[in-house]
């Protein structure tokens, strides 16, 4: 099994569909991950490359974000495989694969990244963007009316991929977990050991960034 999860560290990205504002990666079936991990189960190692095949990407995306080192994120993703293989049986099936997985590679990410806190600590220009609840306070126009045809909203998704490293921890990791996973809020805060306020203020003021430094690099005003 470990020799598998060798062969397979180097597992494509998976690329950003289009569309800008909610979630542009689709997440596999419930079922068939379940199905999946009762094969794991059995000793099935093709079971086992199937999900490395679906989630290692995504893994190691998260593990990037949250540890700020492709190398030391490479070593979480290998860590957080060989704790599936071993824990496996502990996977109970009362929350989603992706949201256990999710939550090992984060407990591991963790230990590695150590508790400083460093993110989440947005500049005054953009909080005055918000309401007390986190809400917008004055609400831009969609994105999809700043586009003109599908192949802009394309790449615009690209660069929105592309800029999420420039975002605090915290921030990053929200917005990966419910724009690009498409995790509910419930699962975010759960994972991220957050309350909902501050989940729903994390992702606004993590799109407001986003937002910004696209508007910027499409010469429109702020």
Not at 136 to 164: K, T
């Amino acid at each position: 099994m470990a020799t598998v999860l060798r062969s397979r560290t180097d597992a494509p990205a998976l690329g950003i569909g289009g569309g800008t504002r909610h979630r542009v990666v689709a997440s596999n079936g419930v079922d068939n991950d379940h199905g999946l991990v009762a094969r794991l189960r059995t000793g099935d190692e093709a079971a086992f490359v199937e999900l490395v095949r679906q989630y290692h990407s995504r893994l190691l995306r998260l593990a990037e974000a949250t540890v700020g080192s492709r190398a030391v994120a490479e070593e979480v993703c290998q860590e957080t495989w060989l704790a599936v293989v071993r824990g496996v049986e502990r996977f109970e099936g009362r929350s989603s694969f992706k949201t256990w997985l999710f939550r090992i590679l984060l407990n591991r990410a963790r230990t590695s990244a150590g508790h400083e806190q460093r993110a989440g600590r947005p500049d005054s220009e953009i909080v005055e963007r918000f309401d007390t609840n986190g809400a917008w306070a004055d609400p831009p126009p969609p994105w999809s009316e700043r586009v003109d045809d599908r192949l802009v909203a394309e790449r615009l998704a690209q660069r929105v991929h592309q800029l999420l490293p420039t975002l605090p921890e915290q921030q990053r990791q929200v917005v990966l977990l419910r724009d690009v996973e498409g995790l509910s809020p419930a699962d975010v805060t759960s994972l991220l050991g957050i309350t909902d306020g501050n989940q729903r203020v994390l992702l606004h003021r993590g799109r407001a960034k986003l937002r910004e430094s696209l508007t910027i690099e499409m010469g429109g005003e702020r």
